[in-house]
């Protein structure tokens, strides 16, 4: 990316903070915490995730049959199904129906994605969005900024201006009450004028051509109900086996979206059926006409490839495809909640499921446009119900695009960097994606290194070449290194003495920059009996992926598992400082090691604070450690430790050493390792973090130690912050 | 039928702002006409005993149903977990009197009140396959957030009332 791209994209992102920031952080705000409540009234949560899970993976595997059966399920019902092979092809199909007709339409992402009202009204046809969002989209001409709630970049402020401007309605309208009153006598006449109802499908049944649309506003009920005609557009992908089958979806998709335990309507139909019509044909539409019997109903299903069935042969894609659109990966990332899918989504879809959606259906370069904004927390994780690893369908993409169209090799560059890249990789994820290799250099010629990095000269030439923003503070390197401090000190538990014997993974952070939190952990560890070692291991493969550079962090992982198995063939624990490189070891190693090995490693490995808990649950006593006291703590556990559970045990360990523990509710700090240091993103990722700021700025909480798991939070804590934040181990040493 | 589904039924639509009625098939009418803000459209109802008062209109024009304020129809079952009453429609009319007038009044049996989803779709997936064109499980009033702030009644009823009939 060119300096002037950088800037640009920085503008963008500043003029959406600006203007659609707000909005956006209120709705999704609602939506996540929604989330949270409704799903714990689920006793059968993760189950219900498991069978949604297994009826998709089941459902695209046998797709082209499932297609094939769901076809003479409606032909017999006495419907008709069209699968177009793309955009073009569906909008020909839909337009023929239509024909210049009257058309009123639920919601339907699918349809945005192959921009159906623009080819109907270019046949004539007057289409009207009947969804009260995708109105005030309409009428503003602009584009859904979120897949469920497409206008929630808008305020109430914002839409009764462009009603009042629009309508000139004889009293201007102010209050939401009075908007949706406007819009739905607005679009109750639409509705009687319409001959053609058009919805999408969140589901289709192949063994009974049942659609299940999933609303709450009735106006999809409605347009199918007042017309005679009508067209749904649906994905390939949308077909289950069954009517069971929708069940989990249906306990499911509301709670995960908006965080409803279920939305007001979930219609069931099985088309034609004999519902009675309106039999609207454009007359006044307050006539005295009778219904019209609903015998005559015309249906036709089109379901749109459009990229899917490819996507279906892809093994990184596939997951893509069992997604149900229900948002919840883009209510629950802290980028998103700041500046909203305007600048986190593509050509159609938003939110972190989008870089799959999009690189199928529309290409790898509307997925790269956003893709970076994905910075790997994996918040979304737990909260997708199908449990799709969104993350790493965004580090695949991300790969495929550093790679290029056509993946040409450098081989001049090729030999001159440490990494399993080809050459077109652009330099500042190479910088960032070989952190190991700087720090090792930074530290080998540390403190010049740290004086030289710092000089105004240096950091113009960074930000100019590689994009690294000056207003960030960059790492100092130690001198010594901690796997070197250990080599000269030594053991202080003797084997045969030790309650337990434990490798300390020395993560190229702790190793080079933060190495008093590994010597605190070692010192901690030591007190409660442990036999610690310290192997050089070198990065864990967290760096490389973040930059899409999925070659060097698989090479990383064989070597961080070639250092550790000996300790882990020999009974002995791995306990790891650094939340994201734990995370490394129990989600990605799956993709990047063999199996045993990856299983090995993640079933002897903790986090510090964890191990300690355990520890003092198994006997180890709580007053070697150092004591609290009532000292006042304001603690933000870093975000793949909430996703793996993590938090519970430093809390527990900290009040047991009689420490005053608040914690943070906001789930990220917006650091994300190298995505605050890149200039285009270090406004978004200040945004994100003052919202923790403001939570350790309150009355109860400015005066707390400030502590905090992750490198990348204290970075950012330690950057907004002016007091020095720390690390929980080191509240635990006594020295 | 165990009155544990009927009780849940009762505080999941208090939770959703739904108002419960119980009477019997003598009663109906009773319990509904105070209820039944006129102009009023509704469905036939399929329980023995029950009819709906004259002032219901059960063949409504277009315009009648644009100007009702009650829309009563009858609800195949209810689902005790979630407040939610299915609606049949069929040739009668169900799906336009349950969705265009103010306030949807659902009579249901007391023995169709099911206690969760799973026990909803047995009966859904048999009724589809006997040949139910549209089902709606439809929990509450019609709602949207679109316009800056939750509004009750949207393009559907702002209220709905169930009517539990508990003899049948």
């Known amino acids: 990316m060119s300096v002037d791209d950088r800037r640009r994209k920085a503008e963008r992102i500043r003029h959406l903070l600006d203007t659609e920031g707000d909005s956006v952080h209120e709705n999704t705000r609602v939506f996540n915490e929604g989330r949270y409540e409704s799903v714990a009234k689920l006793d059968d949560y993760e189950s219900l995730k498991d069978e949604a899970r297994s009826i998709k993976e089941d459902a695209i595997e046998r797709l082209p049959e499932l297609l094939d059966h769901l076809t003479e399920t409606v032909e017999a019902n006495g419907g008709t199904v069209y699968v177009a092979d793309d955009a073009a092809d569906a909008n020909r199909y839909v337009s023929e129906v239509v024909d210049g007709r009257n058309v009123v339409k639920s919601k339907s992402m699918t349809s945005e994605e192959i921009e159906v009202n623009d080819a109907l009204e270019a046949n004539g046809a007057e289409v009207w969005e009947t969804d009260l969002a995708e109105f005030v989209l309409q009428i503003a001409e602009e584009a859904p900024s979120h897949i469920v709630a497409p206008a929630i970049h808008k305020s109430r402020e914002e839409i009764a201006d462009l009603f009042n401007e629009v309508f000139d309605p004889d009293e201007p309208l102010e209050t939401a009450e009075e908007l949706t009153r406007f819009a739905r006598e607005y679009l109750g006449e639409k509705i009687l004028d319409a001959e053609v109802g058009m919805t999408g499908a969140n589901f289709v049944t192949a063994d009974t051509g049942t659609l299940a649309l999933v609303t709450s506003e009735g106006n999809a009920r409605k347009c199918v109900q007042a017309t005679d005609t009508h067209v749904a557009v649906a994905g390939v992908e949308k077909v289950v086996p069954s009517v069971e089958d929708l069940?989990?979806?249906?306990?499911?998709?509301?709670?995960?979206?908006?965080?409803?335990?279920?939305?007001?309507?979930?219609?069931?139909?099985?088309?034609?059926?004999?519902?009675?019509?309106?039999?609207?044909?454009?007359?006044?539409?307050?006539?005295?006409?009778?219904?019209?019997?609903?015998?005559?109903?015309e249906f036709h299903l089109v379901l749109?490839?459009?990229?899917?069935?490819?996507?279906?042969?892809?093994?990184?894609?596939?997951?893509?495809?069992?997604?149900?659109?229900?948002?919840?990966?883009?209510?629950?990332c802290a980028n998103f909640q700041h500046v909203g899918g305007h600048a986190f989504g593509g050509e159609t879809y938003s939110g972190g499921i989008a870089t799959g959606w999009e690189a199928g259906v529309h290409g790898q370069d509307s997925a790269a446009e956003f893709n970076d904004l994905c910075t790997g927390c994996s918040r979304c994780v737990n909260q997708c119900p199908v449990k799709i690893d969104i993350p790493w369908i965004n580090t695949v993409v991300r790969d495929r695009i550093n790679r290029g169209k056509d993946g040409d090799l450098d081989f001049l560059v090729e030999g001159l960097t440490p990494d399993e890249e080809p050459g077109g990789v652009d330099l500042r994820k190479r910088l960032f994606g070989n952190f190991d290799a700087l720090a090792r250099l930074g530290s080998a010629f540390a403190p010049l290194?740290?004086?030289?990095?710092?000089?105004?000269?240096?950091?113009?030439?960074?930000?100019?070449?590689?994009?690294?923003?000056?207003?960030?503070?960059?790492?100092?390197?130690?001198?010594?290194?901690?796997?070197?401090?250990?080599?000269?000190?030594?053991?202080?538990?003797?084997?045969?003495?030790?309650?337990?014997?434990?490798?300390?993974?020395?993560?190229?952070?702790?190793?080079?920059?933060?190495?008093?939190?590994?010597?605190?952990?070692?010192?901690?560890?030591?007190?409660?009996?442990?036999?610690?070692?310290?192997?050089?291991?070198?990065?864990?493969?967290?760096?490389?992926?973040?930059?899409?550079?999925?070659?060097?962090?698989?090479?990383?992982?064989?070597?961080?598992?070639?250092a550790l198995s000996p300790a882990v063939a020999a009974g002995r624990d791995v306990v790891v400082i650094e939340p994201s490189d734990l995370a490394m070891f129990h989600r990605e190693y799956e993709r990047l090691l063999p199996e045993d090995e990856y299983t090995a490693l993640k079933e002897d490995s903790y986090e510090v604070m964890e191990y300690v808990y355990g520890l003092l649950e198994n006997g180890a006593s709580v007053d070697v450690l150092a004591d609290g006291n009532g000292e006042r703590i304001a603690y933000h556990s870093h975000c793949q430790q909430r996703t793996l559970d993590l938090e519970p045990y430093t809390l527990a360990v900290l009040e047991d050493c009689g420490f005053d523990v608040a914690t943070s509710e906001v789930e990220c700090c917006g650091m994300a390792g190298s995505f605050g240091y890149k200039s285009e993103y270090y406004e978004l990722s200040v945004d994100v973090g003052e919202a923790l700021v403001d939570q350790f700025t309150t009355d109860d909480t400015a005066d707390r130690t400030v502590v905090a798991s992750g490198t990348s939070c204290l970075e950012q804590l330690d950057a907004l912050l002016a007091r020095r934040p720390t690390h929980p181990v080191r509240l635990l040493d006594g020295r | 039928m165990s009155t544990e589904p009927l009780a849940t039924f009762e505080s999941s639509l208090t939770e959703i702002g739904v108002e419960l009625l119980r009477t019997t098939a003598e009663e109906f009418e009773s319990t509904l006409a105070p209820r039944l803000d006129e102009p009023a459209v509704g469905t036939p109802l399929p329980f023995e005993g029950v009819g709906l008062p004259d002032a219901v209109e059960t063949d409504p024009t277009v315009a009648d149903l644009e100007a009702a304020r009650t829309g009563v129809t009858a609800a195949g079952y209810g689902i005790a977990d979630y407040g939610s009453v299915v609606v049949q429609g069929g040739h009668a009319g169900e799906e336009p009197v349950s969705l265009y007038a103010d306030e949807h009044v659902a009579v249901v049996a007391a023995s169709d009140v099911l206690p969760d989803m799973d026990a909803a779709f047995d009966r859904l997936a048999a009724d589809v396959r006997e040949g139910a064109g549209r089902a709606v499980i439809a929990t509450g009033p019609s709602a949207t957030a679109d316009m800056g702030a939750l509004v009750k009644g949207a393009h559907g009823p702002m209220e709905v009332t169930v009517v539990l009939l508990e003899d049948a």
């Open chain 1, 247 to 297: 069940q989990p979806f249906v306990e499911l998709i509301g709670r995960s979206g908006t965080g409803q335990d279920i939305t007001s309507y979930l219609s069931l139909l099985t088309p034609p059926g004999d519902s009675p019509t309106f039999g609207g044909d454009g007359s006044d539409p307050l006539d005295d006409r009778d219904l019209g019997p609903g015998d005559d109903r």
């Open chain 1, 304 to 332: 749109i490839d459009n990229g899917r069935m490819e996507m279906r042969e892809d093994d990184d894609l596939r997951e893509t495809l069992y997604c149900i659109r229900c948002s919840a990966c883009a209510n629950s």
């Open chain 1, 449 to 562: 290194s740290n004086r030289v990095a710092r000089t105004d000269v240096a950091r113009s030439v960074m930000e100019r070449t590689l994009g690294v923003d000056s207003r960030r503070e960059l790492p100092e390197f130690e001198r010594e290194s901690l796997v070197e401090w250990f080599e000269t000190r030594g053991s202080r538990v003797a084997p045969e003495e030790a309650r337990r014997r434990v490798a300390l993974y020395p993560d190229a952070y702790t190793n080079y920059v933060r190495t008093e939190r590994g010597k605190a952990a070692v010192r901690v560890l030591e007190a409660l009996d442990v036999h610690v070692d310290v192997p050089a291991a070198g990065e864990s493969g967290r760096a490389p992926l973040s930059q899409g550079m999925v070659a060097t962090a698989r090479s990383n992982a064989e070597a961080v598992y070639e």
